[in-house]
Structure formats: C-alpha cells, structure tokens
C-alpha cells in the first residue's frame, strides 16, 4: 500500500477479527483491511457494507481496503472500487 502513496507506520490486527474476515487490521483513521477466507464471507461482507454507511472500498479477489482513496489505490493494488453510499 505504501507504494500506492498510503503510509501504514503500524499495523494494528484486529482481535478478533471484522465480521465475516479470516483477518483484519487498521492503519491509523481511515485505513482499513481485511482478508476472506472464501467468496461465501466475502460477499457477506459487501451485502452487509451497503447498510454501514462507508461511501467506497477496493474490492479484491479475496479482500477489501477502506480509504480515503479508493481509485489511487485501485490503480496499485487492482480490484474494484464498490461505490456503497454518498
């Protein structure tokens, strides 16, 4: 992530981990992270993201990032940008 402009000092896992992720984490405010471990959890988590108010994340093969910005991320990291509110 940092090579896409986003600095991540540290880590911080989440115990236990965000709903329906294998693993997750935090980089400060507005950097979030998690991993899946299987489409079944990961679709759980974008059916629930639409109700939590996050207005876009990057959406992998098996994970997502919330952050400030999405689409400099999308260029380093692929996946999709999912627009979830206003």
């Known amino acids: 992530m940092e090579n896409a402009g986003l600095r991540c000092p540290e880590l911080v896992l989440d115990t236990p981990p ?28 974008l059916d629930f993201v639409g109700t939590a108010g996050q207005k876009a994340m990057n959406v992998g093969k098996n994970w997502t990032v919330v952050s400030e910005d999405p689409e400099r991320l999308q260029k380093h990291l692929g996946g999709t940008v999912l627009h979830t509110g206003p």
């Open 18 to 45: 965000a709903k329906f992720a294998a693993s997750s984490g935090s980089c400060g405010e507005f950097l979030f992270l998690a991993a899946y471990s299987s489409d079944k959890y990961l679709q759980s988590q």
